[in-house]
């Protein structure tokens, strides 16, 4: 033994036993959300065990989920790089309601899916430009997007329901044909979180977006372009 072992204080010893193990599932992210969602099945089966546990109702769950889970895979970008965005709902609305309108309706539905993206990327980059290099606040910035783009939907759609023209089939097949008793919107919804999932853990962007998140300032003495 040297000098130093000698010298060192003998501090108490924490056995790694059963205890650690179950202090460890407490530390799980999101337990509480998982909690919620097994509630309200269990609500769901008890109330109404006629209608909550039938294929068709889980096939139904999964493809409304589908619609907005893309959309959520997006904020999950924004919400772990530090940021906050409060106008994806609206944007949503005015991408489907421009994407619908009779003139764009007119080209195709190939077009009005291109037509729906360029909605999404325009006004994201918007957003991105005046939060990054206009200084301005996320919550601001995004608050005055979700009243433009709420706004904006309203006017365009006459405050009425947008319908698919039958030559515009396509975009109705994507909710309505189903591959191993699926919606198309489910696997879409699969392929876009596999997606996220790789950028945020497989790729240098996904490190760095975790990094600006946890700190910023650490993150630009790394070298690392935080705005």
Same mark, same amino acid.
């Given at each position: 033994?040297? *000098? ?18 179950? $202090?460890?599932?407490? *530390? ?21 065990? *006629? ?13 409304? +989920? ?7 895979? $997006? ?32 080209? $195709? ?19 991105? !430009? ?41 975009? &109705? ?12 919107? &489910?696997?879409?919804? +699969?392929?876009?979180?596999? !997606? ?27 070298? !690392?372009?935080?705005?």
């Amino acid at each position: 033994m040297t *000098e130093v072992d000698q010298a060192a204080p003998a501090g108490p010893r924490v056995a790694a036993g059963p205890g650690g193990r179950f $202090g460890r599932l407490g *530390e799980v992210r999101h337990l509480g959300l998982v909690a919620a969602l097994v509630l309200l099945a269990i609500v769901g089966l008890v109330t109404r065990p *006629e209608n909550f546990a039938t294929s068709s109702n889980l096939v139904s769950i999964l493809a409304l +989920a589908s619609t907005i889970g893309v959309i959520t895979v $997006g904020m999950t970008f924004v919400i772990i790089g530090g940021g906050i965005d409060l106008s994806v709902g609206a944007l949503m609305a005015l991408a489907s309601v421009w994407a619908t309108t009779l003139a764009t309706q007119s080209y $195709g539905p190939v077009v009005m899916i291109v037509c729906a993206v360029l909605v999404g990327v325009g006004a994201g980059l918007l957003n991105g !430009i005046l939060i990054a290099y206009g200084r301005m606040v996320p919550f601001i910035a995004t608050l005055a997007m979700m009243v433009a783009g709420r706004g904006l939907a309203q006017r365009m759609s006459n405050q009425r329901t947008q319908l698919v023209q039958p030559d515009n089939s396509l975009i &109705v097949d994507l909710s309505t044909t189903r591959v191993l008793g699926l919606p198309l919107l &489910v696997y879409v919804f +699969a392929l876009v979180v596999l !997606i996220g999932w790789l950028v945020l853990n497989r790729t240098t962007f996904g490190r760095r977006t975790y990094a600006v998140g946890g700190n910023p300032e650490a993150a630009r003495l790394a070298g !690392i372009d935080v705005l």
